[in-house]
């Protein structure tokens, strides 16, 4: 990515290509995105090694990872450490902190070291008015195609809620395959929307129809995709 006058890299954007960057990780080296293609990736950042909030999310995702595998999703973590650190803060996790019930947690997926904060700077992750020399707490869903998706951040003092996640990277998937959007909250087995009428023929059609949809208005019309249908198609076991 290109840097403007003011040397200032832009951040990211929903529907950019996946800035490209080359990285050493605690799974050996990865160039990013080609090594991804064809998956799912969440590529996620944490302020640093060692610390508290940053255990409990790492143990949290690390024990759903296969979850997330099985929907074609691999999970790649970054944090302005070193490698060395990142290798015995891992070693801790699974060898010393029992956690709400987690215990001997590995973290298999990789965990970028970028202490000259280039990827971090690229992704946007650095946000001075939080701080000058930790990530925030970024997650970048990028599709197979090497586009972004969403982009969510909170700050350094709040946990990730990971069931979130999942939940927004299947609806992202049921969105793809099924033509539809979702309601706030969806879930699986929910009803999900129809793209708005495009003309007023559509609208009418649409408020007419006595085919399996609800319309609210000739604007909001649903229809119900069973769950079994939804895991089905996008091939999440049961
Ligand atoms: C934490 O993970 O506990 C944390 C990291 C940086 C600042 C505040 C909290």
């Given amino acids: 990515m290109e840097n403007n006058e003011n040397n200032v890299v832009p951040m990211p954007r929903i529907g950019d ?21 064809d998956s799912w990736v969440i590529l996620f950042s944490h302020p640093a090694d060692f610390t508290p909030v940053c255990t409990s999310e790492f143990m949290t995702f690390a024990s759903m ?5 099985d929907v ?10 070193g490698l060395y650190s990142h290798i015995a803060w891992l070693r801790t996790i699974k060898e010393k902190i ?18 000259t904060m280039e990827v971090a700077r690229k992704y946007g992750m650095i946000q001075p008015g939080e701080s000058n020399t930790k990530a ?3 997650v970048f869903f990028i599709d197979p195609r090497g586009i972004i998706r969403a982009i969510i951040y909170y700050p350094l003092s709040l946990g ?15 969105a793809d395959k099924f033509s539809i959007a979702t309601p706030a909250d969806w879930r699986p087995g ?17 408020m007419e129809s006595k085919e399996e949809m609800n319309c609210y208005d000739w604007f909001f019309c649903t229809k119900k995709i069973s769950k079994e249908d939804v895991e089905s198609g996008l091939n999440i076991k049961g």
Avoid: H, W
Wanted: proline content about 4%.
């Fill in 190 to 206: 929910d009803e999900v929307i129809i793209p708005t009428a495009g003309s007023c023929g559509v609208a009418k059609e649409r």
């Fill in 160 to 174: 990730r809620n990971f069931d979130e996640l999942y939940r927004a990277l299947i609806a992202m998937q049921a």
């Fill in 17 to 37: 290509k996946a800035p490209v960057f080359k990285a050493v990780t605690t799974q050996g080296e990865i160039n990013f995105p080609d090594d991804y293609k």
């Fill in 65 to 69: 990872e296969q979850k997330f595998n």
């Fill in 72 to 81: 074609n999703c691999k999970l790649v973590g970054l944090s302005v450490d």
């Fill in 136 to 138: 925030v707490r970024a």
């Fill in 98 to 115: 029992e956690y709400k019930g987690m215990r001997d947690v590995e973290v298999k997926f990789p965990l970028i070291e970028d202490i």
